[in-house]
């Protein structure tokens, strides 16, 4: 017999799949906004759905069930991002993409190509407590109220956050157009 606030696992499979189904290409887009490399991103969007899965009890439906995937997804970014293991894999990482591009591998210029939208590298160079509220409220067209709810931060927090990440995003992309044509 199930203990009270207990999910049957047939519903929990079935709440599993409707989560992956609407929005694993939301909690996709987040994870890479974090790591910048989609191999990367569809290993920790596995990951977040693992831990949605054992954790599925707790929700207790204060939010949206996409503000608390969201929710999830954002603190497993950032607790990858902090460990030790990660910032040595980056690095490397760093070092091999600079050995590649002197070598100049036709596959990394193809790469290269497909990820150098202006508008993406720019909310990518953002500091993350810019980017992720830009790429919540644009990309995932989350509310402010919502944003707020998903990070635990105030909603005038998120405002004053949004507008700083436009303000620098516009900078930004003003740069790009100065270096580009002089």
Not at 82 to 94: A, E, L, N, Y
Not at 103 to 122: D, F, T
Not at 136 to 143: G, N, S
């Amino acid at each position: 017999m199930e203990q009270p606030g207990q999910i049957s696992k047939s519903e929990k499979d079935r709440l599993l799949e409707k989560a992956m189904t609407e929005y694993g290409n939301d909690v996709y887009y987040v994870v890479y906004s974090y790591v910048k490399d989609h191999s990367l991103a569809e290993d920790l969007t596995q990951e977040i759905f693992i831990k949605f899965y054992r954790k599925m009890d707790t929700f207790r439906q204060d939010s949206t069930l996409k503000t608390w995937i969201i929710s999830v997804a954002v603190n497993h970014c950032k607790d990858y991002l902090r460990r030790w293991d990660t910032r040595m894999i980056s690095i490397s990482s760093k070092i091999n993409d600079m050995v590649k591009g002197k070598m100049g591998a036709p596959e990394q210029a193809v790469m290269e190509k497909e990820r150098n939208s202006e508008l993406i590298q720019a909310v990518l160079s953002l500091p993350v407590k810019y980017r992720e509220i830009i790429f919540l409220y644009y990309f995932e067209e989350m509310k402010l109220s919502e944003i707020g709810a998903c990070m635990d931060l105030n909603t005038n927090t998120v405002k004053t956050r949004l507008a700083r990440g436009k303000a620098l995003l516009g900078s930004a992309i003003k740069r790009n157009e100065v270096d580009k044509h002089g």
